[in-house]
């Protein structure tokens, strides 16, 4: 199994960024995939998961109406549209998907920095 993040950077206050995960290694439509992040000298959190499907979605409430999870199975690849980011979403953002056996696989992780 393979999780490779993109799409982080330094953005100011009020600005957007699109995270892209490729996944390989397992059949990708079967699986939850979730987006964890992981502030500076804080604990990892879930940010946002979808079904395999994308039929079901659910969101840390510190996000929600401003990040969008999103998925396309046909190119293997997870998506997180984040608007209006305040400093409060700086951190390290991770993909994750946990095998049939509870096993969890991360990404290396892909640093969001927040700042004006």
């Known amino acids: 199994v393979q999780l490779v993040e993109s799409g982080g950077g330094l953005v100011q206050p009020g600005g957007s960024l699109r995270l892209s995960c490729v996944a390989s290694?397992?059949?990708?439509?079967?699986?939850?995939l979730n987006w964890y992040r992981q502030p500076p000298g804080k604990e990892r959190e879930l940010v946002a998961r979808?079904?395999?499907?994308?039929?079901?979605?659910d969101y840390v409430d510190s996000v929600k109406g401003r990040f969008a999870i999103s998925r396309d199975n046909a190119k293997n690849t997870v998506y997180l549209q984040m608007n209006s980011l305040k400093p409060d979403d700086t951190a390290v953002y991770y993909c994750?998907?946990?095998?049939?056996?509870?096993?969890?696989?991360w990404g290396q992780g892909t640093q969001v920095t927040v700042s004006s």
């Open positions: 994750n998907v946990r095998s049939s056996l509870g096993y969890d696989y």
């Open positions: 290694g397992f059949t990708f439509s079967r699986y939850q």
């Open positions: 979808i079904t395999g499907a994308g039929d079901s979605i």
